[in-house]
């Protein structure tokens, strides 16, 4: 068992920047592929980054160039910097891990993680 903790939301303004936080606890935090995902009011949840154990990233199309994603295995942390917020950055965000089965690579399917946090919201006024 995995527990996920993300902090670092909050209001900001279009353009600001935030780093969201997401503590891992319970196991290895180097054996996990790490995740972003958020989801906005009326809307489903939507894939934001990922990180492999090795530390390949990708992201989707809607925020690259903007958001970073990476890992302190020695914190046990994943971070996510999110650079020129827009308003439509608005949602709750939640961090996933993936426990590794033997092939590390980039999942970007909800479907595809094991554990989640219980996300922090993020609102940008324009």
């Known amino acids: 068992q995995v527990q996920l903790v993300e902090s670092g939301g909050g209001l900001v303004q279009a353009g600001d920047s935030l780093r969201l936080s997401c503590v891992a606890s319970?196991?290895?935090?180097?054996?996990?592929?790490m995740g972003w995902f958020r989801q906005a009011p009326g809307k489903e949840r939507a894939f934001v980054a990922a990180?492999?154990?090795?530390?390949?990233?990708y992201y989707a199309d809607s925020v690259k160039g903007r958001f970073t994603i990476s890992r302190d295995n020695a914190k046990n942390t994943v971070y996510l910097q999110m650079n020129s917020l827009k308003p439509e950055d608005t949602a709750v965000y939640s961090c996933?891990?993936?426990?590794?089965?033997?092939?590390?690579?980039?999942?970007?399917?909800?479907?595809?993680?094991?554990?989640w946090g219980q996300g922090t919201q993020v609102t940008v006024s324009s």
């Open positions: 996933a891990a993936r426990a590794y089965r033997g092939v590390d690579i980039i999942r970007s399917r909800a479907y595809e993680y094991d554990y």
């Open positions: 319970g196991r290895t935090f180097s054996n996990y592929a």
């Open positions: 990180i492999t154990r090795g530390g390949i990233t």
